[in-house]
């Protein structure tokens, strides 16, 4: 063991956001004072909150959908970096990463307010374009023009850059190696101190109960995850995923129980994992391999749950929690 990993004190710091906690793990000096960056990593999730959350009725964004259709609207650079790296995938999905979905949202109860009949109705009866199709991006002035009437909802993405920022904040302080994330959604940062990379639990897509799948090891990579065991609705009494099918503005319902995808952003693995999501674990699969995506699809069958992998991190499968994990540096 070096003398590095000796000395070096074991840093976890989390806090607040966006319904649920961020955390950072990482390793400094003994002399080391976490404060200012405990501090610095809330403001940065904080700024994130407050530019992209549709709980918020002042944030940037609800501010975006309040606007008329046709007018320009000036919009802080990292919703706009948000906003297009969101339309980059939802034309390179075919419309599968939709972040025009935010009425469909709201309409089942996974918004603030509850589920309203009246709402689904016209959610799923609304004339639709892809967001791609609708917003108007202006780099220069970062302002945004809606060409036709859209909610959005960047709840597919938000968490996702949540953790890049997160990331970002820790290299700013020059701490090079370390673990940040937002819920399920996570980003490794060079190695642990022992020169071994950061082990990440996959889940198991079991709504009664929280236990590992299978453990990835990540290096300078970021994962995320969409799945329909945490978050859903009953229907008639059938579970349905709070994931929108963007051709019907309901939920899915048919897909994968869950989609993790590798990439060198979380919000790439985010948003790509939604899209995977929806697209499901046959098209999903082949889109994959297009786009030369790292992606674990989890399939309820009736002998158990089924792994389809696509991309070298996951060739040959992901290994169990007793086997050796796999490593991957993009």
């Not at 948000?82 to 979905?101: K, N, P, T």
């Not at 108007?136 to 597919?156: F, H, M, Q, W, Y």
């Not at 994959?288 to 996951?314: H, I, K, N, S």
């Amino acid at each position: 063991m070096s003398k590095m990993s000796i000395e070096a004190k074991r840093q976890a710091l989390n806090g607040p956001t966006m319904g649920t906690r961020w955390t950072a793990l990482f390793y400094a000096a003994e002399a080391f004072d976490p404060g200012p960056v405990r501090d610095a990593l809330q403001a940065a999730v904080d700024e994130v909150d407050a530019q992209m959350s549709t709980w918020k009725p002042g944030s940037d964004l609800m501010r975006l959908n309040a606007a008329p259709s046709g007018a320009w609207v000036e919009v802080p650079k990292r919703l706009m970096e948000v906003l297009a790296l969101a339309l980059d995938i939802g034309r390179a999905s075919g419309g599968a990463f939709d972040i025009g979905m935010g009425d469909a949202v709201a309409a089942w109860g996974f918004g603030p307010a509850t589920a309203d009949q009246h709402l689904i109705r016209n959610a799923r009866d609304a004339p639709r374009r892809p967001a791609h199709s609708v917003l108007e991006l202006d780099s220069t002035s970062t302002t945004v023009r809606k060409a036709a009437p859209i909610t959005l909802d960047l709840n597919g993405i938000a968490k996702g850059y949540g953790v890049d920022r997160l990331a970002e904040t820790l290299h700013g302080f020059g701490i090079s190696s370390g673990l940040v994330g937002i819920d399920g959604e996570m980003r490794a940062l060079g190695l642990r101190p022992d020169g071994q990379p950061w082990a990440i639990a996959i889940e198991a897509p079991d709504p009664d109960r929280r236990a590992p799948q299978s453990l990835l090891a990540l290096q300078d990579a970021a994962v995320a995850t969409s799945g329909d065991y945490r978050h859903g609705v009953t229907v008639q009494g059938r579970r349905l995923s709070h994931t929108m099918d963007p051709m019907t503005g309901a939920p899915l319902r048919s897909s994968p129980a869950s989609v993790t995808v590798v990439a060198r952003s979380c919000a790439e693995a985010d948003a790509w994992a939604t899209a995977l999501m929806v697209l499901g674990a046959e098209a999903g699969s082949d889109l994959a391999v297009r786009r030369g995506l790292d992606a674990l699809f989890l399939e309820r069958r009736a002998d158990g749950v089924q792994a389809r992998t696509v991309g070298p991190l996951f060739d040959g499968g992901v290994a169990s929690r007793s086997g050796r994990e796999r490593s991957v540096v993009i």
